[in-house]
């Protein structure tokens, strides 16, 4: 049974451009969260989706940022004209039923901004 | 709001020694659930332990126990007999049911376990 898989692993971006982070959850698993992590910070909660659904986006920045969770495909999470305060480590999450459930977590994708 | 502290920005073990990681958080609800996450180079986040605050009895896996001080609101995380491969950063985290399911993190522990 494969783990949380995300790509790409590491993403060069230059200011301005668009980045695009995908995120497939293990097998079974309806319940997607994005956290971000900052240099020498812990990770930080910016969405929680279901399959087509945003149920909490409560950490998201209110521009640039958006994330979707298809019925097909993986989650994606969006960030449009990026900015160097953008460079950090993205994580996903997936969990079974959601809420109290163990979370499995993906190894990231390093987004760099130039 | 919830917040987690983490004091020790690093520690250092000897192989087999024992290492205890301190965590405290904040909060007002007297039902919630507490995490230790380790971090290794792959930068893969793996549950370590989990705790919940309703239950007195600390929980273990092996060789890693927690002192769960909920007067104290204090969660601390102990290693026994430290292996190299447990070298790693360690996150505490913080879940309130009743504010949805974000984890709230600490700044980690960065720990080295040398030979």
């Known amino acids: 049974n494969a783990g949380v898989m995300q790509n790409p692993r590491h993403l060069v971006r230059r200011r301005g451009q668009e980045a695009r982070l995908r995120c497939s959850p293990m097998?079974?698993?309806?319940?997607v969260y994005w956290y971000r992590q900052l240099p020498e910070e812990g990770l930080k909660f910016m969405v929680y989706l279901q399959k087509e659904n945003i149920i909490d986006e409560s950490g998201m920045p209110k521009e640039r940022f958006s994330a979707e969770f298809p019925k097909e495909g993986p989650s994606i999470l969006r960030i449009q004209q990026v900015v160097r305060g953008d460079s950090a480590a993205y994580f996903c999450?997936?969990?079974?039923?959601?809420?109290?459930?163990?979370?499995?977590f993906g190894s990231g994708t390093q987004l760099s901004v130039l | 709001a919830q917040t987690v502290t983490q004091s020790q920005p690093e520690m250092s073990v000897q192989e087999a020694e024992t290492v205890t990681l301190s965590c405290t958080y904040d909060t007002s609800e007297s039902n919630y659930y507490l995490f230790w996450y380790k971090q290794p180079p792959s930068r893969q986040m793996i549950l370590v332990i989990r705790q919940e605050a309703y239950k007195q009895q600390n929980a273990t896996e092996n060789r890693f126990s927690v002192n769960f001080q909920k007067a104290a609101k204090s969660f601390s995380l102990k290693i026994s007999d430290s292996q190299l491969g447990d070298t790693a950063m360690y996150f505490c985290a913080f879940m309130n049911p009743m504010a949805g399911t974000a984890l709230i993190f600490g700044k980690g522990t960065t720990l080295s376990v040398s030979s």
């Open positions: 999450a997936s969990s079974p039923r959601g809420g109290y459930e163990k979370l499995f």
């Open positions: 097998k079974g698993h309806s319940h």
